[in-house]
């Protein structure tokens, strides 16, 4: 995160805007938008500005002269918006010496605040910035932001901030007031405003109010609900429509260490979260607990999130957490995720089954059981099929190994995929032969997936994504 976004309130405090062209033209009115008392410094200043001090005479004070040290006594912003590049650079560092924020357009090295695209539906803001390195895609996606919002969206948080007191008092328990609160804002009562009909929104929202006291004192004892989602691989545009909704209404996130960052990070802001993750020899939460947390949670009202790299069901003991929630009466839904088997293979370009080389795909578990792998070893080493190890990275040369003792061509290729659909994807191409070494070799890091077959010949071929990333070694 390169700036900390951030809303100040302005209104009747003191900015400087040196600069009397177009260019601060711009500056100034965003400051008389948010009532800020602005003085302009310029040896000229354009007729915008000066018809702007005839709109705004209370916030505007023009002043047709060069800027002095002294403008900056008092001030809460200063924005630097002439064409001298030298006056802009002493403006900026007198105004970083003096700790007052300051802007100077079109030149982010200088600023220590920058100006956001930003989307208005007061008291609803959206700002938007690309760190100032492309104002050009900020003004498309503010574009964008502009047509999915009602125009109306303002009027329904006024709405909500008549009633909050209301609410508050009526409603004791902070779960009770947030689903009533997504019922009215999500339902009939946003319609009715976006429709312009407000007496009709007050009476719905009222009525919605109504039957939510009524059902207060059930609804503490009812139990919550489980969501047990799939987070995919890591990329988090391979997410699910259904697994995003979820995960924005969701009370508590357990979430495990293959979550990556950027799919955590789109749960809801304020979201209890806890930690369950397990790796080698170390386990924070046993599964036992975890299954009793999650039963736990839910029967105190609140609506439990699991989240899960992968999909749940295909090495995720998703099906053991479940189990002990249905023993236990806990409302639950399973969202399926792309397991990493599916989504690291496509972004390798490694396709898991070719009509030339492989008719069959099986996925097993590589992590030893008491310090041993216990697989049916001559099923698995035959030909025209691919092998997915998951969990395989410590195991990876007694998997190697154990293939070729039991007749497998110890050059059939091998890959590993480290990190797979995410920007610090890696792909170790090579063979039975080698590839345990070549990764030793490497600095390999979980989570990574082990796929061994004629198809990852394809890769060399196929590989699409992050192709400058791929120790490459294929066998002919």
Known sequence: MDYLPLFHRIAARPCLVVGGGDVALRKVRTLCEAGAHISVIAPAICQGIADMAMEYPTLLTLCERAYAKSDLDNVVLVIAATSDQPLNAAISAEAQQRNIPVNVVDNPALCSVIFPAIVDRSPIQIAITSSGTSPVMTRLLRGRIESLLPGNLGA?????????????????????????????????????????????????????????????????????????????????????????????????????????????????????????????????????????????????????????????????????????????????????????????????GIPLTHRDFSQSVQFITGHKQDYKLDLNWPSLAVPNQTLVFYMSLVSLGDICAELVTHGLPSDTPAALVEKGTTPEQRVVISDLANLADKVAGLNVRAPTLLIIGHVVSLHKKLAWFNTEHTEQETPE
């Open 156 to 348: 329904l948080a006024k709405l909500a901030a008549r009633y909050r007191s209301k609410v508050k008092s009526m409603l004791a328990g902070e779960n009770q007031r947030r689903r009533f609160w997504e019922t009215v804002l999500d339902g009939e009562v946003a319609e009715s405003v976006y429709a312009g009909n407000d007496a009709l929104a007050d009476q719905q929202l009222l009525a919605q109010l109504e039957v939510m006291v009524a059902d207060a004192d059930s609804e503490a004892q009812s139990s919550g609900e489980v969501y047990l989602v799939g987070a995919g691989p890591g990329d988090p545009d391979l997410l699910t429509f259904r697994a995003l909704r979820l995960m924005q209404q969701a009370d508590v996130v357990l979430h495990d260490r293959l979550v990556s960052p950027k799919v955590l990070a789109m749960v809801r802001r304020d979201a209890e979260r806890i930690y369950v993750g397990k790796r080698a020899g170390d386990h924070a939460v046993s599964q036992q607990n975890i299954n009793s947390l999650l039963v736990d949670l839910a029967k105190q009202g609140k609506r439990v999130l699991r989240l899960k790299g992968g999909d749940p069901f295909i090495f995720g003991r998703g099906g053991e957490e479940i189990e002990r929630l249905a023993e236990e009466g806990v409302p639950f839904q399973v969202v399926p995720g792309i397991t990493a088997a599916s989504g690291c293979a496509s972004y390798a």
